[in-house]
């Protein structure tokens, strides 16, 4: 079975463009992969006409070239310096997260306490770390997951070529950069024009980055 990495990512700028007001469809406008057997090539095509839609214009995609157009925009971006800032100011501005972030902030100065205890030999070493490792699950407890999820997301962005290659020294590369991209990626939206030129937006999950 082949495998697309961007699959369902795939998105015609036409057809999200012009989206007729209020229409309700989720697939509208998403470009399905397609093996042509004649010649072996891969590509994506709007089924805009297909599925009862007026017909776009859109031309089919190499799936190679939208890739590697794909690599290169992400291998460029850059993440700002103050990212873990942004994204600590983020995070506690969702109301969901701030009484998590409170207790942390309660939790980091209960372990200082307990530090300083222990540099003075107020406490045994096996009560210490029986209470360190007690504190330190608590906390991996209450980390707002989209914390965890936004660093992850700036480390593979900042890493983005180096893990796309390590890809190849993996039983089925093609789907390890499936799985590489969906971490990344929400949509590619693709505008053929003339010479198969092809414009792509990426959109990454985590917000932090911008192109060169």
Aim: hydrophobic residues 35%.
């Amino acid at each position: 079975m082949r495998t697309f990495v961007l699959h369902d990512r795939v998105y015609c700028a036409r057809c999200i463009a012009g989206k007729p007001h209020g229409l309700n469809d989720d697939n509208y406008g998403r470009m399905h992969p397609y093996f042509q057997n004649q010649n072996g090539i891969t590509y994506y095509r709007c089924i805009a006409q297909e599925r009862g839609y007026e017909k776009c214009g859109q031309r089919g995609v190499h799936s190679d070239v939208l890739d590697e157009q794909i690599v290169e925009i992400l291998s460029e971006m850059v993440i700002p310096e103050d990212f873990r800032e942004r994204i600590e100011f983020e995070v506690r501005r969702r109301l969901e997260n701030a009484a998590s972030l409170g207790r942390m902030e309660e939790i980091g100065k209960i372990v200082e306490r307990i530090d300083l205890s222990w540099e003075q030999s107020f406490i045994d070493k096996e009560a210490y770390v029986e209470k360190r490792r007690q504190l330190q699950q608590e906390i991996e407890a209450l980390r707002p997951i989209d914390y965890d999820e936004l660093t992850e997301a700036t480390d593979l962005i900042q890493n983005f070529r180096i893990y796309w290659n390590e890809c190849t020294n993996l039983d089925n590369p093609e789907d390890a950069r499936k799985q590489l991209i969906a971490k990344v990626v929400d949509r590619v939206f693709v505008y053929g024009g003339k010479n198969w030129r092809l414009y792509s937006t990426v959109i990454s999950q985590s917000y932090l980055g911008k192109t060169k």
